[in-house]
Structures are given as structure tokens and as C-alpha cells.
């Protein structure tokens, strides 16, 4: 009986000391990994709407760059140039100025006008809209000294008869040809034009998350959740980030402010921030619910610890090792399930429960490769189209009907070979095409080319392989040819060749783009050359003025994209000819 009264004592001396070491161990062990957690969920959730900013930010850089483009294009037409003369335009040029400013290229746009140097407004015939709406206003007041600057702000709408703040884009029209007082371009956008930006943004995002866009005075124009009030330091700290800006980009990085964290990006150019605002409970509340579970767990085992303490004795230590050798030979790579333990205990189901966290484990990898596929097919599909088929082929037919009614051909040709041009860009959504319809594509986009710049080039279509049974990504050949025209031949009027050569050489399509004009500068070459192989991001960073290598950035991130490191891009030059290489593995039937 003492022996038994002895070995009693001993045991619950040893369970007293084990409880509390291991009730002190898994009481840091817990708060250690809380706080771990904690932190790495915060970064995770800042990291993760820091990326959401940038891709909305470069939604963003391409609205503006469209909207320059844009405003530019309607200076350089004749009878816009014309209107700045000191001759007032007849009555066919005034329409002929209002038609072309009801077609622009601009989605979105709801009122326009524009106030030649002499005081005539022309605007949609519904409209009225006087001089005197426009001199002396907040619109030459936004636009103060700016030359040749495309300016965006938001305020009342005095032009219209808006009652509402809107979002105006606003431009001089300055005369080519002799110094004179300029004209000015204003269009005012329906809240679509940036909406969309944010409710793209908020179907991914937290219920409580606040993404907006903010102008550099802190209006706020678009908001992913209506009749919320951010704190007023929230405000003032994008405001002080924007005026310490000399770049676009992003400027606040999980930036801490009252009640949450702040990230922005900011768009230089139009002086436009977009920003999201994450609550501390965005992060609280998944770090609580990480907290419940980490104290049920450690209870779990805490109880297993004492049970296993009083129940298992020595024959015990032989499956105890087995699953200590599986458990720390796990590699992280091998998802080899260890044998099913029989000893009647709980021993069998921890080696159960280890199998099925081998096998969660390896659905969550498999998950998680699937999910950046899919990811990179987003990115993807959001780098090569962002038009809207139904506008475009609508304007077109109506071009063409005006066209043909009076009787012109070439216009008629041109916009035959432009719609065949468009068809074949959006080719049904897809993303791979057959060699046939790239270089139908690329023929349409040269047509026109021709028509617009006559007599500047001839080409010619070498294709080698079998153009329908081999399938290539849409759009790489294209922008080659633009880039061609725009700057190889940015120096000649006429005798300029393109040749575009498609070959195969053991299983690889090789695609070559020559002509004859200016050659690329040596130095642009090797910067080109080099950029194969760099991660996405770095390729982008090779251009930071953001006005040359938009073509080259292109394509080289879509064939990155699709092919990963299996593609070569080069540019070989001449005295007078430049080739631009591009070889891609076959078998692209399949799109990623």
C-alpha cells in the first residue's frame, strides 16, 4: 500500500509539474504565434490592396493617356486649326467642327464644348453654352498657364446647367502655324468614367473596405460605398502625399491613421489619387478568430498532453517515433501518407490526423498553383483588350454609311479594313489565335497604314509554316509593324519596306519584323535585348518616363505571361534596316 500511496504521489507531483510547464510554454508559445500572426495578416491585407491600388492606378494612367491622346488628336485636325484664324469657319466647317467632337474616341463623355479664340462655342444642338459661361470661370482658372497640358479636376457644373460636381477634362487649343490666343476644349464626364475603376475594385474587396478617388484638394469623386464619412486625418494624410509627390505611383504603403491603415496610389499627370482605407477590424476581427482558434487547439492539447501522460507508458514509444520520423523527414514536398497506426489509442488518431494534413496540404498547394494561373490569366486579359466592340462597330457602320453616301471609297476601304482590323483583335475573347488571323490582323493594320500615309511603305508577307494548324497569342505583331511607321519611318515620305517572315526551327515559331527605315538607336537595342529574362515588374521599371516601350512592355509581359521563360525577343540593326526577332515555343492551342 505505501509503494501504491508512493507511486500516487510521485505521479501527481509529475502531472502538477508537467501542467504547468506545458500551461507556460503553450501560454508564450500561443502569444508568440498570435503576434506573429497578427503582424504577417496585417502585411498580407496591406500588401494585398497595395497591389489592388496599382492595378487601378494603371487604370487610371490609362485613362489619362487616353484622354491626352484624345484632346491631341483634336488639335491637329485641320478645321479645328482653321477656327483659330482670324476668318470666321462657314457653316459646313462650324458642323463639321461639332461633328467631330460628338465622335471622340472617349467613352463616357456626357457634355462637351468647345470655345474657339474668337468666342464661337460649338456644342451638341441641345446645348446652350455661351462665352460667357466659359471666360473668366474656374475652367481658364484650373487651366491658368498650361500650354499644352491635358488638365483633370472636378467642380459645379456653370457650363451645362449641372447642379452637381462633376469631373471635367479641359485643354488650350493653341494655332500651329502662328502665335494667336488659344481656343479651349472642355468635356464633362459621366461618373461611369471612374466608377468603374472602383466597383471593379470593390467586387474583390472586404465589405468594410473604403476605396475611393480623390483630386489633390481632397474632393472625393468616386466611392466604393455611398454616404460614408472617412476621419478627417484620413483626408488630410492623402492630401499631404499628394502635395510630397513629384511622381506617379504609389505614395502611401499601409500608412497608419486613425481607426485603420491607408494605402494610395497617385497619378502625377491628372493629380488624381486612388486610395483604400482598411478599418482595424478588417484585421481584428480575423486575428481574433485566429485567437479562438489558437486557445482551442492549445486546449486540445493540453488535454491529450495529461491524458497521454497518465495512460501511455513505454509500448508506446515505439509508434511514438515512427511518427516523429515522418513528421520531421516532411520535406514540404513529398506528401507520401505514413501507414495507419493500430494500437487501439489515440496514437492512431493523431497518425490519421497527420495524413489528413498531408493530404489538406497538398490540395491547398494545388489550390493555390490554380488560383495564379488564374491570376495571370487576369492579368492577362486586362493587358490586351480594354475596348468596347459594340460602341466601336455601332461608330463604324455609321462612318461607313456617311462614307458611302458620299461616295468615298478609300474612306470606305479604310474603314472596311479597320472593322476587319477590330474583328480579329477581339477574336470572341480568345487569346490564341492561328498564325492565319495574326497575320490577317497585322495586313489590316498595314492597309490602313498605307491609306493614311500614302505611298510611305510597301510590305510583304512571308509565311513559311502551316498558318492555320499553328497557334500563336494574339496581338505581337501589330504593335512591331506601329512601331515601324511611327518611328522608322518618322523621317521619310515615301520608299519605306516592311517585310514580316514567319519560320519554325525545331518546334519554335520564329517571327521576324523588318524594314528599311531609321534604324533603333544602338543604345535602345541592348536595353531590349536584356529585358527577355527580367522578372514582369523590372521590364516596367526599364521605362519609367512611361512615354516610349509602352509597345515593347506589351508584348514582352503578355509573352511572359503565356510562355514563361521559353520565349526570345531581339532587335538586330543595320545602317538601314531594323529587325525585331521573336521566338516562341509550339503547341500554344491551349490557352493559360
Request: include cysteine; glycine fraction near 6%; aromatic fraction near 10%.
Amino acid at each position: 500500500m505505501k509503494h501504491k500511496h508512493l507511486s500516487s504521489g510521485i505521479q501527481k507531483k509529475y502531472l502538477k509539474s508537467t501542467f504547468i510547464l506545458l500551461f507556460f510554454a503553450l501560454l508564450l508559445s500561443m502569444i508568440g504565434v498570435w503576434s506573429y500572426m497578427h503582424h504577417t495578416l496585417k502585411n498580407n491585407i496591406i500588401e494585398k490592396y497595395k497591389f489592388a491600388d496599382e492595378k487601378m492606378g494603371i487604370l487610371l494612367d490609362n485613362l489619362y493617356t487616353k484622354s491626352k491622346e484624345v484632346t491631341a488628336e483634336a488639335i491637329l485636325n485641320e478645321t479645328i486649326q482653321k477656327s483659330l484664324n482670324a476668318e470666321e469657319l462657314t457653316d459646313n466647317e462650324k458642323n463639321a467642327v461639332g461633328k467631330y467632337f460628338s465622335y471622340l474616341d472617349l467613352d463616357s463623355i456626357q457634355d462637351y464644348c468647345y470655345m474657339d479664340n474668337k468666342g464661337n462655342v460649338y456644342t451638341r444642338s441641345y446645348s446652350y453654352v455661351n462665352a460667357f459661361d466659359i471666360k473668366n470661370t474656374v475652367f481658364q482658372k484650373k487651366l491658368g498657364t498650361e500650354y499644352a497640358k491635358t488638365v483633370w479636376f472636378i467642380a459645379k457644373d456653370t457650363v451645362f446647367n449641372g447642379k452637381e460636381n462633376s469631373l471635367f477634362i479641359t485643354r488650350y487649343v493653341h494655332s500651329l502655324d502662328y502665335p494667336s490666343e488659344p481656343g479651349i476644349i472642355i468635356l464633362k464626364m459621366k461618373p461611369s468614367f471612374l466608377n468603374h475603376i472602383i466597383t471593379m475594385a470593390s467586387e474583390k474587396t472586404d465589405s468594410d473596405i473604403i476605396t475611393g478617388i480623390m483630386d489633390q484638394n481632397g474632393n472625393i469623386y468616386a466611392l466604393n460605398q455611398e454616404n460614408t464619412a472617412l476621419p478627417d486625418n484620413v483626408t488630410k494624410t492623402l492630401i499631404n502625399a499628394c502635395k510630397k509627390s513629384s511622381d506617379t505611383g504609389i505614395i502611401l504603403n499601409g500608412e497608419t491613421v486613425t481607426g485603420g491603415y491607408l494605402s494610395a496610389y497617385y497619378q502625377k499627370d491628372c493629380s488624381f489619387s486612388i486610395f483604400t482605407y482598411v478599418p482595424n477590424n478588417v484585421v481584428t476581427s480575423q486575428t481574433t478568430q485566429i485567437l479562438i482558434v489558437l486557445v482551442l487547439i492549445y486546449l486540445i492539447i493540453v488535454v491529450l498532453a495529461l491524458l497521454l501522460s497518465i495512460l501511455f507508458s513505454n509500448r508506446f514509444t515505439r509508434p511514438i517515433q515512427e511518427i516523429t520520423t515522418y513528421m520531421t523527414g516532411f520535406d514540404g514536398g513529398d506528401y507520401t501518407h505514413m501507414p495507419e497506426l493500430h494500437t487501439n489509442t489515440e496514437l492512431d488518431q493523431i497518425g490519421h490526423s497527420y495524413n489528413e494534413m498531408l493530404g489538406n496540404i497538398e490540395q491547398l498547394v494545388n489550390e493555390i498553383k490554380l488560383q495564379e494561373k488564374e491570376l495571370r490569366t487576369s492579368e492577362l486579359n486586362m493587358l490586351i483588350s480594354q475596348i468596347n466592340p459594340h460602341f466601336l462597330y455601332n461608330t463604324l457602320d455609321t462612318i461607313y454609311m456617311l462614307a458611302r453616301m458620299n461616295k468615298e471609297k478609300t474612306t470606305m476601304r479604310m474603314i472596311q479594313a479597320l472593322s476587319k482590323y477590330l474583328r480579329l483583335c477581339l477574336s470572341k475573347g480568345s487569346e490564341i489565335v492561328s498564325v492565319e488571323d495574326e497575320l490577317e490582323n497585322v495586313k489590316s493594320y498595314m492597309e490602313i497604314q498605307q491609306i493614311r500615309n500614302a505611298d510611305l511603305f510597301e510590305y510583304e508577307i512571308d509565311c513559311q509554316v502551316n498558318a492555320k494548324g499553328n497557334k500563336i497569342l494574339k496581338l505581337i505583331l501589330q504593335p512591331l509593324v506601329e512601331n515601324a511607321v511611327k518611328y522608322g519611318f518618322s523621317e521619310i515620305y515615301e520608299g519605306g519596306y516592311i517585310r514580316i517572315r514567319v519560320t519554325e526551327e525545331n518546334d519554335v515559331l520564329v517571327l521576324s519584323v523588318y524594314n528599311t527605315g531609321m534604324p533603333m538607336n544602338k543604345d535602345m537595342v541592348e536595353k531590349i535585348n536584356g529585358l527577355t529574362h527580367l522578372p514582369i515588374s523590372q521590364i516596367k521599371k526599364a521605362f519609367p518616363d512611361k512615354k516610349h516601350g509602352y509597345g515593347v512592355f506589351n508584348i514582352l509581359t503578355r509573352l511572359r505571361l503565356k510562355y514563361g521563360d521559353k520565349i526570345t525577343y531581339y532587335y538586330e540593326t543595320t545602317d538601314a534596316s531594323t529587325t525585331c526577332t521573336i521566338k516562341v515555343p509550339k503547341g500554344g492551342e491551349q490557352e493559360s
